[in-house]
């Protein structure tokens, strides 16, 4: 009789267990803190436009800038008779930049000239995620023609960027900003 009372106890606990991860959300892998999404694609690498809409970037530097920054996102948009520019810098969660200027049309131009130069559209279809990791870290871009073609890349965990590219544009943005008068510094 102990055995069967024993035995019953036993499949009550059981139950009781089963029914308890009834309904329970599965958490997959790569939500988790520190999981990859990784939907990265083959994108085209060349882009016959040279003509662009639209640039916006986001990068991280290894070392704080002489701005007074670590993370940089710059941004450049046509408009009819001028671009329309963005600069912000964050050290930290502080913000440290926050400029928005007019520039010639021309400029895009030259962006161009140096998308061509760094090869920016190599790395087109980058698109990966790793949760768990701070705001501004990693990198983005984006460049939009007026041929509906497009560069998108990335990654919020490493800048995929060659080095000399992101200086590049960091360089530009903020020669830009100085010509239009604007201030660099906060």
């Known amino acids: 009789m102990n055995k069967a009372i024993f035995l019953a106890i036993g499949w009550v606990l059981l139950l009781a267990l089963l029914s308890s991860c009834a309904g329970k959300e599965v958490i997959k892998k790569e939500d988790m803190p ?4 990784d939907r990265s694609w083959d994108a085209p690498k060349t882009i016959q436009s040279k003509e662009i809409l639209r640039f916006e970037c986001e990068f991280s530097f290894n070392e704080r800038q002489e701005e007074g920054y670590f993370y940089f996102i710059a941004g450049m948009e046509a408009g009819d008779q001028t671009a329309l ?92 900003a100085r010509q239009s008068g604007d201030l660099v510094s906060p």
Do not use: W
């Open 85 to 176: 520019c963005r600069m912000i810098g964050y050290e930290g969660f502080t913000e440290t930049l926050a400029l928005e200027f007019e520039a010639p049309l021309d400029a895009l131009k030259e962006l161009q000239a140096l998308a061509d130069q760094h090869d920016l559209p190599r790395y087109n279809g980058i698109d990966r995620h790793t949760n768990g990791l701070p705001y501004h870290y990693g990198s983005r871009l984006l460049i939009d023609y007026t041929s509906g073609e497009r560069v998108y890349a990335y990654d919020n965990s490493s800048g995929f960027m060659d080095y000399r590219a992101v200086n590049a544009i960091h360089d530009f943005f903020r020669d830009l």
């Open 34 to 37: 520190g999981g990859l999404r």
